[in-house]
């Protein structure tokens, strides 16, 4: 079982034709039809009757599908945040920050320290989404 087929028996769940799954999914009738029976064969038994010209999924076919249906989103959702975080806009920092024993430097330090604080408010402020945690 791979991802190719998991794609062509999901949109063929979807469309309930061969033809149109073969259109959404920028493939060949052929090729989705190969697909789904390699997918048959590696199950060990049909996922749909064929009657008619039409394909019927059977009761085993819609759990596949719920299975099929996760695994799918959980797959996009890794592409768009892998495409995010190449893009820099997800991701997380870090900084540390050690407070110096000398009065001057801690001084610095707190000024460092007030610096990151307003502007960690407003990337906060302007991007609802993004998350703050801390450890001390």
């Known amino acids: 079982m791979n991802l190719r087929q998991l794609e062509a028996f999901h949109e063929v769940m979807i469309t309930g034709s061969v033809t149109e799954s073969a259109r959404n999914l920028g493939r060949t009738q052929p090729g989705i039809s190969a697909q789904i029976a390699a997918l048959e064969d590696d199950v060990g038994y049909k996922l749909f009757d064929r009657r008619g010209g039409r394909l019927h999924p059977v009761p085993e076919a819609h759990y596949l599908m719920d299975e099929a249906r996760d695994i799918l989103t959980r797959l996009g959702a890794l592409e768009r945040n892998m495409k995010d975080v190449g893009a820099l806009e997800a991701g997380h920092l ?43």
Do not use: Y
Request: no cysteine; glycine share 4%.
């Open 94 to 136: 870090r900084i540390a920050i050690l407070v110096p024993a000398h009065k001057a430097l801690s001084r610095l330090a707190q000024a460092f320290i007030a610096f990151l604080e307003s502007e960690i408010t407003a990337l906060l402020a302007a991007e609802p989404s993004a998350e703050m945690g801390g450890d001390v």
